[in-house]
């Protein structure tokens, strides 16, 4: 089933539209600092608790680093639904993103390849994860003359997915929904010379299972595909909140080398891990990233199926 089909206009997910509508558009009326910074606070304080992404996020704590004390599990909990609250908000409030993004610091190794490629019209794609703001990172190089276009999960609720996609849209450069029909116009898009942008850091089962973290995790090898028959530059891409908490950091990672797309997505693992270990509170830890109970049932069953050849 492609996952256009997965969503849902139920009614309980137009009333929860409705709501998050409210609050956006009630918190778009204050200034960036006071609406980035409440919205931080009701994720983390009402939204957090009342979902169960609070005990989401420190069951996936404790399943990663299984020796690090409960308060501090509790500590980064609240720090990634404060970063989750903040970057809803900013990616709502795309003129003051756009805005702010002229005056970040966009650096490293892959700025260089980045810039030469696109001189070049040779196609690019930045990849990253749900880490800071992953639609800061689309901003910052957007306004410099780059145009990510995004590939995207469409989500669940289809009400709030909606107006989900026109803040993808409107930091510039095209929105393709992950499927069939998406992924064949990505590919087109980034065939052409485009550049997309990319985040694989969610489950996909059936995927390969490489490292993240330490803990086996079933990956799409989109990218690596898609990179080797278009010949495109990959370059790992990460936008890091900065201490107060309305500003980024955008660094841009040496380009991965051609490899098979295993290889390709493994290294593209390796580097999100370590932005991750460096800045926990920063990665989405709600996400159901490993789901070791499907992983343990597909393991028995390859093994049931070894045994009855």
Known sequence: MAIEDKQSRSLRNWML???????????????????????GWIT???????????????????YVWPEMPPAERRRIARDVLDNAGRTLIENYATDDQLARARHWNV??????????ARAQNRPILFVSGHFGNYQAARAA??????ALGGLYRPLDNAYFNDHY???????????????????????????????????????????????????????????????????????????RRLQGGLDFDILL????????????????MDSLSAQVRERPGQWFWVHRRWKPERQAARAARAVSAKTRN
Do not use: C
């Open 44 to 62: 983390r304080r009402i939204i957090g608790p009342l979902s169960g992404y609070s005990r989401r996020a420190r069951a996936n704590l404790e």
């Open 141 to 146: 190089m957007n306004v410099r003359g780059f």
């Open 253 to 268: 990672e040496a380009p991965v080398p051609h490899r098979d797309p295993v290889t390709m997505t493994q290294a593209l």
């Open 17 to 39: 539209d409705r709501v998050a509508r409210g609050v956006i558009a009630a918190l778009l009326w204050l200034p960036h600092r006071r609406r980035v910074a409440a919205m």
């Open 107 to 116: 650096h490293g190794p892959g700025l260089a390849p980045a810039q030469e």
């Open 165 to 239: 996609v026109r803040t993808i849209e409107a930091v510039g450069g095209p929105a393709f929904a992950r499927g069939r029909r998406g992924l064949a116009s990505f590919m087109r898009y980034v065939k052409g010379g485009g550049h997309g942008a990319l985040l694989i850091d969610q489950y996909y089962g059936d995927g390969a299972v490489v490292d993240f973290l330490g803990k086996p995790a079933p990956t799409a090898l989109s990218v690596g595909e898609i990179a080797v028959k278009f010949n495109a530059l990959v370059i790992p891409i990460y936008a």
